[in-house]
C-alpha cells in the first residue's frame, strides 16, 4: 500500500555534501513525522533527524548545524541535506515516515536504506 524510495547515497569526499530524498507513495491521507536514522558498521543505529508535521526539527548532536531536514508536502517527499561531511558520517541511512491512511489508521514505513560513504 505505502512504499518508500530513497535516493542520494554515494562517495564523497571529507567536506562534500550530499543530499538524501525519502519519497512515499501509496494511498496516504497524511505524513506526520518524518525521520533519517543511520547505522554505521559495528554501531547502533542512530537517530540523526526529525521533522514533524508541523516543521519542527530535531538533530542529533553530532550533525547540528551541517545537516538539515525538510519536506515537501505536495511530494511526500523528505529530504536530508549533509554538508561537511565527515569520514564518521559514512553509514547506511534510512528514512522513517509515520503516516495516516486515514483519520484514524497510523502505521509506519522505513526506507530500503542507502549507503553514504565519506572517505578521500
Known amino acids: 500500500q505505502v512504499q518508500l524510495a530513497e535516493s542520494g547515497g554515494g562517495l564523497v569526499q571529507p567536506g562534500g555534501s550530499l543530499r538524501l530524498s525519502c519519497a512515499a507513495s501509496?494511498?496516504?491521507?497524511?505524513?506526520?513525522?518524518i525521520g533519517w536514522y543511520r547505522q554505521a558498521p559495528g554501531k547502533e543505529s542512530e537517530l540523526v533527524a526529525r521533522i514533524t508535521s508541523g516543521g519542527n526539527t530535531n538533530y542529533a548532536d553530532s550533525v547540528k548545524g551541517r545537516f538539515t531536514i525538510s519536506r515537501d508536502n505536495a511530494k511526500n517527499t523528505g529530504y536530508l541535506q549533509m554538508n561537511s561531511l565527515k569520514p564518521e558520517d559514512t553509514a547506511v541511512y534510512y528514512c522513517?515516515?509515520?503516516?495516516?491512511?486515514?483519520?484514524?489508521?497510523?502505521?509506519?514505513?522505513w526506507g530500503q536504506g542507502t549507503l553514504v560513504t565519506v572517505s578521500s
Open positions: 522513517n515516515v509515520d503516516l495516516y491512511l486515514s483519520t484514524v489508521r497510523r502505521l509506519e514505513r
Open positions: 501509496g494511498s496516504i491521507f497524511r505524513i506526520n513525522a
